[in-house]
């Protein structure tokens, strides 16, 4: 797909509209891009039209001005949405991305006609104490990164993926990842616990791979049961499903939009 940019923004993103259907957003995981996609893109493509985007510093998505932060991430997708008349789309988020398509839930709740989040967390129920505890490794990992994006590519595909294969992949797009955009990293806090819960007028479906951290399974489990939605744990899954499992990941996800579609009947 052709790199396209936003006007008077640092944002690139990428389209497959020769579907006459629905509209699909896919949201890449932290220190990758939108090529984690590929898999997915080759299997969706002509059955819905696809919009990828790189999160703010990421992938070509760095080329910012001041005042350039994430939490402009969702207006710049609306913007998208304006630009290209797309009037509502099924959301694919995994890892940091899930968080993003949350945010412009929260935001352009009309918009959205699903939400998939693989590898997250409800932004609007974080418990702080829970991501303490897991702190201290992630900080292990930032100090990697200072030294080295190679060492710390190295280390992060052990964490993201579970097959050889994807942990391959994962790394050989980690190491472009650029050590001057860890600091679009930091203003994630301000997009945890903003809003209330509320009634969703959309499905939502969570998951994760089994071999995930048991924090994220933990996680999962207890968002499905209390939001009583899908709810999908993938075998010889890590953290980074729809790269360890590609296949039964489209399959599943295309059953979930389905089921979307099929309410609206």
Not at 34 to 60: C, P, T, W
Request: hydrophobic share 40%; aromatic share 14%; glycine share 6%.
């Amino acid at each position: 797909m052709q790199t396209l940019y936003l006007e008077n923004s640092p944002i690139a993103y990428y389209i497959d509209d020769t579907a006459s259907n629905e509209w699909i957003v896919f949201l890449h995981a932290a220190f990758v891009d939108h090529r984690m996609f590929e898999k997915q893109f080759s299997y969706f493509s002509g059955k819905y039209n696809l919009l990828a985007v790189d999160i703010l510093g990421h992938g070509n998505s760095i080329h910012a001005q001041k005042g350039d932060n994430t939490e402009k991430m969702s207006y710049w997708i609306d913007q998208i949405f304006q630009k290209h008349n797309i009037p509502a789309a099924h959301f694919v988020g995994v890892s940091l991305g899930s968080v993003f398509i949350q945010d412009f839930a929260n935001k352009y709740e009309s918009k959205v006609l699903s939400l998939a989040c693989f590898g997250g967390y409800d932004v609007n129920n974080f418990d702080i104490k829970r991501q303490k505890a897991n702190s201290k490794g992630q900080m292990k990992m930032m100090l990697k990164a200072l030294f080295s994006v190679k060492w710390f590519a190295k280390a992060n595909k052990k964490i993201s993926a579970y097959t050889s294969e994807a942990q391959e992949e994962f790394y050989n797009l980690n190491i472009e990842f650029k050590k001057s955009s860890f600091m679009y990293m930091a203003g994630l806090q301000k997009l945890l616990n903003k809003y209330p819960k509320k009634q969703r007028q959309y499905k939502l479906l969570v998951g994760c791979g089994e071999h995930d951290i048991p924090m994220e399974i933990e996680i999962v489990n207890e968002w499905a049961e209390y939001e009583h939605c899908d709810k999908i744990i993938f075998k010889g899954a890590g953290h980074c499903v729809n790269m360890d499992v590609p296949q039964e990941f489209n399959i599943l996800l295309e059953e979930f939009l389905q089921k979307c579609n099929s309410k609206k009947l």
